[in-house]
C-alpha cells in the first residue's frame, strides 16, 4: 500500500498500525458473527447505478441543509465513543477537523472530552448523542451543558437498551476508560470477574425501561430538536412520527447490536416511505464511498453519517487524518454526482439506482 492513502479503505489498515489490538478490536467490531457488519457495507455493492449523459456538469453544488443549518455537503460525522483511544485530542481533534470541512460533527454521550472542551475547540455546528442512564439526573445534566455550549440538536440514541456482544471485547477484556462528561459522578469500577469491562459498566448505567413516552421526557430538560437514532422499521418510523421527533437516523448501531438486524442501506427506502418527507431521514452504517452517499441519497436520505472511518482517520494521523477521510468523500460524491449527470443534489433521484429489488420485479 502506497503510504499516502488515496481513498477512505486504505485508512483501516494505518489505524491497525497504529493503534493497540484491544483498541482497534474496539472501534472496528461488531456483534457476534458479525454478520451485520459485513452486510452494512456489502449491501452497497449490490445497488447499482443508471447514470444520465449529457448533462451540463461544468459546476457541481453539494451543499445542503440539516435542520436548516448550512453544511458542505450531506456528510456528517457520526457519534462514535472515545476518541482518546485513537489519538491524544480525541474529540477535540475530530470537532476541528469537522469544523474545517464545514461538516456537522454529532458528538457522542460517551466521549473523552467534555461538551465544553469540545464547544470551546472551534466555531462549529454540533449535535449531541445522548443515552438515557438508569440516573435520570445524569443524562438530563450532560444534556442541559451541551444546550448552554450552543450544541443545535440531540440525537437520542434508541436501540442500546443493552449493550450488544462484542466478542472482540470480551476477549481482550476491554477496559472501559473514564467518561469525560461524568468525571466525579460514575466510576468506571464495575465488578466484573469475566470479559468486558465496558460490556459490564454499560450493563449497570443503561436504562432498559426506556420508551416511546421518555420522547416527551426529554422534551421536558431541554429545547433543543430531537432526533432519534436506530430507527430500521416503517413501524418505528410511523410512532417516531406519532410523538414529533425532529428527525430519524436509519441506523442499527454500526451493527454493534444486534446481529443480523438489516443493513441500514436496504431498509433506508421503507423509512423514508413511511415519513413522507415530513422530517429529515439519516442513515449511517458501512459508507466508504462517495459511490455509498450517492446511493443513500437516491434511497430518500437527507444525508450520511461517517463513524468508523472518522476513527480510522484520527488513529493513524489525527485532526489532519480526519479531515482527509472527509475530503475524500466530498471529492468522490462530487465527481459521482458528475458522472452520473446529477450537477445538484436535488437532481438525484430514485431513478438514477437499481436496488436488489428493482431486480427481482424485473424478473417477475
Avoid at 472518522?310 to 454526482?337: F, I, P, S
Wanted: charged letters at 25%; a positive charge.
Amino acid at each position: 500500500m502506497a503510504e499516502e492513502p488515496v481513498n477512505v479503505n486504505e485508512f483501516q489498515e494505518l489505524a491497525r498500525r497504529a493503534l493497540r489490538k484491544m483498541y482497534f478490536d474496539f472501534y472496528n467490531g461488531g456483534a457476534e458473527d458479525q454478520h451485520t457488519l459485513k452486510e452494512n457495507e456489502e449491501a452497497f455493492h449490490r445497488i447499482t447505478f443508471r447514470p444520465r449523459v449529457l448533462v451540463d456538469v461544468s459546476r457541481i453544488n453539494m451543499s445542503t441543509t440539516i435542520l436548516g443549518y448550512p453544511t458542505s455537503a450531506p456528510i456528517m460525522i457520526a457519534p462514535t465513543g472515545m476518541h482518546k483511544l485513537a489519538h491524544p485530542e480525541g474529540e477535540v481533534a475530530t470537532a476541528r477537523a469537522a469544523a474545517a470541512c464545514n461538516s456537522i460533527m454529532v458528538m457522542s454521550f460517551s466521549s473523552t472530552c467534555t461538551v465544553e472542551e469540545v464547544a470551546s475547540s472551534c466555531n462549529a455546528v454540533r449535535f449531541f448523542q445522548i443515552y438515557v442512564f438508569k440516573r435520570r439526573d445524569l443524562t438530563a445534566m450532560v444534556v442541559q451543558r451541551a444546550e448552554r455550549c450552543g450544541f443545535k440538536a440531540i440525537i437520542f440514541t434508541v436501540d442500546a437498551p443493552r449493550i450488544g456482544r462484542r466478542e472482540a471485547d470480551i476477549k481482550n477484556r476491554m477496559i472501559a476508560p473514564q467518561l469525560k462528561n461524568f468525571e466525579g459522578l460514575l466510576s468506571t469500577e464495575v465488578a466484573s470477574d469475566k470479559g468486558s469491562n465496558l460490556a459490564a459498566s454499560a450493563a449497570a448505567r443503561l436504562d432498559p425501561s426506556v420508551c416511546w413516552k421518555d420522547i416527551e421526557w426529554l422534551r421536558s430538560i431541554t429545547s433543543l430538536p430531537i432526533l432519534i437514532k436506530g430507527v430500521l422499521t416503517a413501524e418505528d418510523a410511523t410512532k417516531a412520527m406519532e410523538v414529533g421527533v425532529a428527525g430519524i437516523v436509519v441506523s442499527n448501531h454500526g451493527a454493534r447490536q444486534l446481529d443480523y438486524s438489516p443493513a441500514t442501506i436496504t431498509v433506508l427506502e421503507e423509512v423514508v416511505r413511511a415519513v413522507g418527507a415530513k422530517i429529515p431521514v439519516l442513515v449511517d452504517g458501512g459508507v466508504r464511498r462517495g459511490t455509498d452517499i450517492f446511493k443513500a441519497l437516491a434511497l430518500g436520505a437527507k444525508a450520511v453519517l461517517i463513524g468508523r472511518p472518522v476513527l480510522y482517520g484520527l488513529a493513524a494521523k489525527g485532526e489532519h487524518g480526519v479531515r482527509q477521510v472527509m475530503e475524500m468523500l466530498k471529492n468522490e460524491l462530487e465527481l459521482t454526482m458528475a458522472l452520473s449527470g446529477c450537477p445538484t443534489l436535488k437532481d438525484i433521484t430514485r431513478s438514477h439506482v437499481r436496488t436488489e429489488h428493482d431486480r427481482l420485479n424485473c424478473r417477475l
